[in-house]
DNA sequence: ATCACAATACCTATTTATAGGTATTTTTCA
DNA sequence: TGAAAAATACCTATAAATAGGTATTGTGAT
């Protein structure tokens, strides 16, 4: 087997650190010879260390994560980079393009995925998490390209539907009249190109936003 | 219709038993007549109640989900036991066989896979979840994968309305009458314990039939 | 041969979803 | 601050789904 990759870890959560470790502790191809718990600890552990993909949390204090990607892929652009994010916020997909990031998964995406977008990096690949993807124009990669951006408030409702919620109950949970329900789910399923619910429901199961 | 099943739940923590609470309130087949927040409560709790139907977490305090399920099955061979697991942890499943328990259930499985290992339990027969078959390379024995009893014109009618059909679509697909393709649709939807068409795709995708 | 179940079909009533609009207010961002 | 995007609301008409039934025919297993 190849050397394996070295990997630094950072969050200011030293319990989800663990929790990465944990994944890592039986895939032998990544080893973790790094962590920080700020962007400032991140790049003193790079002046010690030879780090060849760094997991960094957007909201890490000192520099965050964005931050403090472009500043390693300035001294150390070999570095690949995945930048984990709490929330599904679209706005953060410029300046991860920014950033030169390599991957950006959402933080709650579960070890499966996240293995998934590690594979694509050490590929020369761009991964974008499913969830992110869909509340962000983002054009897929085989010429195809279905641009369209899920709001906020699409993905509240969509997420109600998949409880079996009808109009009227999302409704009075979100406190707005039924008519907006509606016109939501309309602009919802034509966004996704979708015919009716049942449609609407796979494409958001398929894409883990559900 | 039959005595409710007598129900006893246990886990050490209070609002995971809320949550399965709530799945059997509109269940009244069955009935939670204890619940218990470590193993030794659970023998107490069977001291003083008639229990058909235990519902252990693997990783309760003080005697554990197995260790318990193997105390009880000795003294109450009758008892079904469902062993509830957090992660689809491979290592359990020779544990699981070991100690006499009916069912094996991953906690995010939902309420239909739960619901449906109770109709394996209660018919007598084994359950294993289906992840969990996955990682455990079990042998498929007649009654495992048809413990949710979809029939083939059923499984029909889900991979079409995941097309995004309409029962008129449907209908005219199968060569049979939309009143035909209504009746199928009720049965499923009462067969899979969801509420609408939402529910519907959304446990199928999860399960893989569409 | 009979029994259970699957598949079929029909009926009615009600609820919910979809499709076509228009239009105002609020938020966000350049 | 001004433009764009998001969220809100309303209206109407039609299509579709859901829920409650009942009932007949085919089919495979004991």
């Known amino acids: 087997m190849n050397k394996p990759y070295q990997i630094l870890i950072a969050d200011d959560h030293q319990m989800f650190i663990d929790g990465i470790k944990l994944i890592f ?29 760094a997991i960094l949390d957007v909201n890490m204090p000192k520099p965050n994560g964005f931050e403090t990607c472009k500043i390693i892929k300035k001294q150390y652009p070999d570095c690949k980079i995945m930048i984990l994010t709490m929330y599904a916020e679209g706005q953060f997909l410029n300046e991860f393009i920014d950033s030169g990031a390599s991957a950006y ?40 390209s279905k641009s369209f951006s899920l709001t906020k408030r699409e993905l509240e409702i969509i997420a109600l539907l998949a409880k079996e919620k009808t109009s009227a ?9 039924t008519y907006t329900v509606n016109t939501h789910r309309k602009n919802i399923l034509n966004k996704l190109d979708v015919k009716n619910t049942a449609g609407l429901i796979k494409y958001a199961s398929e894409s883990g936003i559900v």
Request: aromatic share 6%; net charge negative; glycine share 6%.
């Open 105 to 144: 998964v959402l933080k709650n995406a579960g070890k499966a995925e996240l293995l998934r977008a590690l594979e694509s990096i050490v590929n020369g690949q761009v991964y974008i998490g499913k969830q992110l993807k869909l509340i962000a124009d983002v054009p897929e990669k085989d010429g195809f």
């Open 169 to 177: 109950e999302i409704a009075e949970i979100l406190f707005i009249s």
């Open 25 to 53: 502790s039986n895939h032998p191809e990544y080893e973790i010879v790094a962590e920080a718990l700020s962007g400032k600890d991140v790049l003193d552990r790079f002046k010690t260390n030879k780090i060849d993909i």
